[in-house]
């Protein structure tokens, strides 16, 4: 059974106390809501620590009565000694678990970028499809899906769509959905039944405040267009479209609602999102040959799924797990099959590497 650094478990106890006492005896404002989320970070490690020390000391009584002599009690000991190892190694892996360094970004909301890649037509229904799925798994977890930005398909479905999805935990299961999705299936307008191959990218920003990334104004140009419409009344005849471009960069964010304050708001919370994972990745780059052979490095550009409709199949490239439950994944219900998988993997990795000293 692995060891665990008691040292550590101990201090995480002792500031777990502490911030109780410091919530209990009245915290200052400014200081409650940080002691409170603090709190609520420790709450879960800190309860498997006292059932982990716990346990300890019950099987040191329990080998005191195994070595007492009494032949019943010995058994007895025996017996409750292999209940306790096996609920030892149990809390032992999962406090591993919980002592692995945290994304920072885990517990953000997220922006959702959809768009349809090779394939055409077919490419932005499967976008479309994709989009649907995640509005349902959302649905699932009482995460809310707002629309920012739609190109619709010419024959149903997305070119591009761009959503916020908010709610705890968001980004924490959604990241590792970024990269390209791979269809396999015959589309409506394929009148000989043949199979066609189509992609659709998905990308998953996480949401940030201003205080997370700093735009100087000087650094962004604002432009404002007409809004295209759909025709007839629907067409936005004011320029209330707004594009926003970071000079640094050269990042283009678009927003074409009705409103251009709104519009205006709307396109800096995708530009924050766009910077803050451009840095992620900037920050990252010195460990890259250890993200490749990680699941959930974010990569865009990777193909991370296939989807293959005539057999009722999902396959993830990353683990090699293939789910025959098509429908229940585009439905959104069995998503979490692939998603609790790949956050597995993800976390034996990073277990692996603690272990080696990495």
Known sequence: MPTLPQDKLDALEMRFDYIEAALAGGAAPDELARLSKEHSDLTEIVTQIRAYKKALRDRVEAEALLKSGERDMAEMAAAEIEDLDETLEGLVQSIRILLLPRDAADEKSIILEIRGGTGGDEAALFA????????????ARGWTVSVMEESPGEVGGFKEIIANVSGKGVYARMKYESGVHRVQRVPATEASGRIHTSAATVAVLPEVEDIDIDIRPEDIRIDTMRASGAGGQHVN????AVRITHL???????????????????????????????QREERDSARSAERKGQVGSGDRSERIRTYNFPQGRVTDHRINLTLYKLDKVMAGEALDELIEALITEHQAAQLAAMEQGN
Do not use: C, W
């Open 248 to 278: 640094p960069t050269g990042i283009v964010v678009t927003s074409a609602l009705k409103s251009q304050h709104q519009n205006r708001a709307q396109a800096m919370v995708v530009l924050r999102a766009r910077l803050y994972e451009q």
């Open 128 to 139: 479309g499809d994709l989009f649907r799925m995640y509005e349902r798994y959302a649905a």
């Open 237 to 240: 005849t004011t320029d209330s």
